[in-house]
């Protein structure tokens, strides 16, 4: 099972942005100063390291600013197991 540090750190990637560029994101969201070396710290934390109670409690926020659900961090599959419904679009 995945941590959420870990689950955080494919979102960054999916998205293509540094982590520079999440922690400026995600000061201006909370206005409060996150610095990089922060949002590393939390991508590399387990659930019950300090790092990780830290990213816990920012987890609104976080999910706020990727656009995504906070339950995105508790799934206990991976988003490529889900099943899923693809629309199947008729070849011209």
């Known amino acids: 099972m995945r941590s959420k540090g870990n689950r955080l750190s494919l979102l960054r990637l999916e998205t293509r942005w540094s982590v520079e560029e999440c922690s400026y994101r995600l000061m201006l969201q909370t206005n409060e100063l996150q610095t990089p070396e922060d949002w590393l710290a939390w991508e590399r ?10 990213l816990e409690e920012r987890l609104d926020d976080i999910a706020a600013v990727f656009g995504v659900d906070r339950q995105y961090f508790y799934q206990t599959k991976d988003s490529s197991e889900t099943e899923t419904k693809v ?3 008729p070849l011209k």
């Open 45 to 54: 934390s387990t659930d019950d390291s300090h790092a990780g109670r830290e």
């Open 87 to 89: 629309l199947k679009l």
